[in-house]
């Protein structure tokens, strides 16, 4: 069975690695953490890096806004990425969904959705785009978004991310 379409069961248990969906206005990123507590509605999950102190945060969360960790899709993924590939870039501690606007050696320009700008970040900070849809990863639609795509914008900073 590809990673892509793994099936898993989402069982949260105290330790068990998620990311927790946080939203921001019109816009939504996903925090990496482990869960601490619940009891099968909410959960106090652990944020990692949610701070400019690094220290974790905790959260009560409910489970319709957490999934487990996406399995990695494999390697090839780092060095294919082209216009319009829907992707997560990885922007201030949280996967942000993004489109990929233009490609470098080493680096990518990403659209931020729900942002409305573009920031330009490594190829190491971004993964596919997928979803956590009934016990079970999918991959989004690859296909470019001409609407996006073709709107003049700003010239991409440098890196905004935290990890530089």
Not at 106 to 116: E, F, S
Not at 152 to 157: G, K, L, Q, R, V
Request: charge should be positive; charged fraction near 25%.
């Amino acid at each position: 069975m590809a990673a892509a379409n793994m099936k898993m069961k989402m069982q949260l248990r105290k330790g068990s690695e998620v990311e927790v969906q946080q939203w921001d206005g019109d816009s939504y990123s996903w925090l990496s953490g482990d869960v601490v507590s619940g009891n099968g509605r909410t959960y106090l999950v652990r944020i990692h890096g949610a701070t400019t102190s690094q220290a974790a945060v905790l959260e009560r969360v409910a489970r319709k806004f957490i999934r487990p960790t996406p399995v990695p899709v494999g390697l090839h993924a780092l060095y294919s990425w082209s216009t319009g590939n829907e992707v997560e870039a990885f922007v201030d501690h949280a996967w942000c969904p993004a489109v990929v606007t233009a490609v470098g050696y080493g680096k990518v320009v990403v659209y931020l959705h729900g942002k409305m700008k573009k920031i330009r970040v490594r190829t190491c900070e971004l993964r596919l785009r997928r979803q956590w849809d009934g016990n079970q990863w999918t991959l989004l639609d690859k296909k470019p978004r001409e609407a996006i795509i073709s709107r003049e914008f700003p010239a991409a900073a440098d890196s905004h991310n935290v990890a530089g």
